[in-house]
Nanobody, 124 residues
Framework: QVQLEESGGGLVQPGESLRLSCAAS????????IAWFRQAPGKEREGVSC????????FSADSVQGRFTISRNNVKNTVTLQMNSLKPEDTAVYSC?????????????????WGQGTQVTVSS
């Protein structure tokens, strides 16, 4: 049974940092792409960053390029999203997702498994 559990959300001020973690279980992470999505109230869900299986290549949305970094630890089966220089427009519920795929732009995949999400609020 595939399970994804996010942690690390919270309230921060603009310019500060947060680190989100996604703990995965029930599947071999070597064969799954994992991504972070976010959804703000009244807006569509947006792919933020993803990391491919095997080669670890990453893709990020233009809105977070240079500020967010995604990484994975296949031994611990975790994926981390380091978010720096946070802005109020980064406020959203952040969810991690997984899909069995090893090629292509992982931000363009249809994800099969989803976590419950964690709230990130950036406000002064």
């Amino acid at each position: 049974q595939v399970q994804l559990e996010e942690s690390g959300g919270g309230l921060v001020q603009p310019g500060e940092s947060l680190r989100l973690s996604c703990a995965a279980s029930g599947f071999a992470s070597d064969y799954y792409a994992i991504a972070w999505f976010r959804q703000a109230p009244g807006k569509e869900r947006e792919g933020v960053s993803c990391i491919r299986a095997r080669d670890g290549r990453t893709f990020s949305a233009d809105s977070v390029q240079g500020r967010f970094t995604i990484s994975r630890n296949n031994v611990k089966n975790t994926v981390t999203l380091q978010m720096n220089s946070l802005k109020p427009e980064d406020t959203a519920v952040y969810s991690c997702a997984a899909v069995p795929a090893v090629f292509g732009n992982c931000l363009q995949l249809n994800y099969t498994y989803w976590g419950q999400g964690t709230q990130v609020t950036v406000s002064s």
